[in-house]
């Protein structure tokens, strides 16, 4: 079945630090993939998505493009801020059916001022 | 606009008792889902519904029941708590079941059962 394998956590980082939170996917035919995010206390909200190989989504300063070769969505960011602590998912929509995400295990990252 | 919201944020049972969790979204959306979130395994699909009226079954269904008598609410009812349930329940709507499509997600209902 469908899977989605994130790095494991917990990731501490100094502010503007670069970021990667690496993401790997199995799936049949070419899903959609995300990047959610979840702050301390809140439900989740989409950071970025891709839809399509070599696509790249884009949102607050990060990025991940669709490896169709690698299938890979890792997240990157040049410069971290303390507000970016958070936990984010990768998470893929299979292409067929009506969407039911698959999300990885969740990364929690900490910036320290 | 509140967006997705749920009753309550938190509660505490005991093994056996039962309760009904409550989502309401005001964006339109035909389809919703519940979700269950435990420590180091993401977001599991519990039940979801592509419209009024109708439910389906997700990744983890057992032990879940759930209803969506009116478009803009989906409910979920445990009958029988047990600890395994012990979580936190995120409910989620989207426009419509296209895989590119942004789910909405409330703030989460933590749920531990004794």
């Known amino acids: 079945g469908d899977s989605v394998t994130q790095m494991e956590g917990p990731v501490t980082l100094s502010e503007e630090a670069c970021l990667t939170i690496n993401c790997t996917y199995t799936a049949t035919g070419y899903p959609s993939l995300f990047w959610y995010v979840q702050y301390p206390g809140e439900g989740l909200q989409l950071l970025l998505k891709?839809?399509?190989?070599?696509d790249k989504g884009s949102n607050k300063g990060f990025e991940a493009t669709y490896r169709k070769e690698t299938t890979s969505f890792h997240l990157e960011k040049g410069s971290v801020q303390v507000s970016d602590s958070a936990v984010y998912f990768c998470a893929l929509s299979p292409i067929q059916g009506a969407q039911k995400l698959v999300f990885g295990q969740g990364t929690r990252l900490t910036i320290n001022p | 606009n509140a967006g997705v919201t749920q009753t309550p944020k938190f509660r505490v049972l005991k093994t056996g008792q039962s309760m009904t969790l409550l989502c309401a979204q005001d964006?339109?959306?035909?389809?919703m889902y519940w979700y269950r979130q435990d420590p180091g395994m993401g977001l599991r699909l519990i039940h979801y519904?592509?419209?009024?009226?109708?439910?389906a079954k997700g990744e983890v269904p057992d032990g879940y029941n759930v209803s969506r008598l009116k478009k803009q609410n989906f409910l979920l009812g445990l009958e029988s708590a047990a600890p395994s349930q012990t979580s936190v329940y995120f409910c989620?709507?989207?426009?419509?079941?296209?895989?590119?499509?942004?789910?909405?997600f409330g703030p989460g209902t933590r749920l531990t059962v004794l």
């Open positions: 989620a709507s989207s426009r419509t079941g296209l895989s590119y499509n942004e789910q909405f």
């Open positions: 891709a839809t399509k190989a070599d």
């Open positions: 964006m339109n959306h035909e389809y």
């Open positions: 519904s592509v419209g009024e009226g109708t439910t």
